[in-house]
């Protein structure tokens, strides 16, 4: 599987910026799939996840501003970033399982993408 993430950019905070990620080699319909970010120093941390009857979980410092969702007939992962704030600034990586469920944890997904970067300005 390869997923290919759009590309990020730079936005002023409260700002809005949409990743998308596409998947190809397999169909992830049936899969967990997610959204991590990292900044440098840190470990690499969940944003989002959503399993494949589409349930989510979302971090704390992204509820209410952040969507996550899924398009199967496209292969396709979303990421709408609403009334964003300078300490969204980081590297995104979309992510499939090979499982269905739900899980937070970095080590479920076996699948990454390249990354993408997003600077907020404040």
């Known amino acids: 599987v390869q997923l290919q993430a759009s590309e990020g950019g730079l936005v002023q905070a409260g700002g809005s910026l949409r990743l998308s990620c596409v998947a190809s080699g397999r169909t992830v319909s049936n899969s967990a799939m997610g959204w991590f970010r990292q900044t440098p120093g840190k470990e690499r941390e969940f944003v989002v996840v959503?399993?494949?009857?589409?349930?989510?979980i979302y971090a704390d410092s992204v509820k209410g501003r952040f969507t996550i969702s899924r398009d199967n007939g496209k292969n396709a992962l979303y990421l709408q970033m609403n009334s964003l704030k300078p300490e969204d600034t980081g590297v995104y990586y979309c992510a499939t399982s090979r499982l269905r469920g739900l899980s937070v944890m970095r080590e479920y997904y076996d699948y990454w993408g390249q990354g993408t970067e997003v600077t907020v300005s404040s």
């Open positions: 959503i399993n494949w009857v589409s349930t989510t």
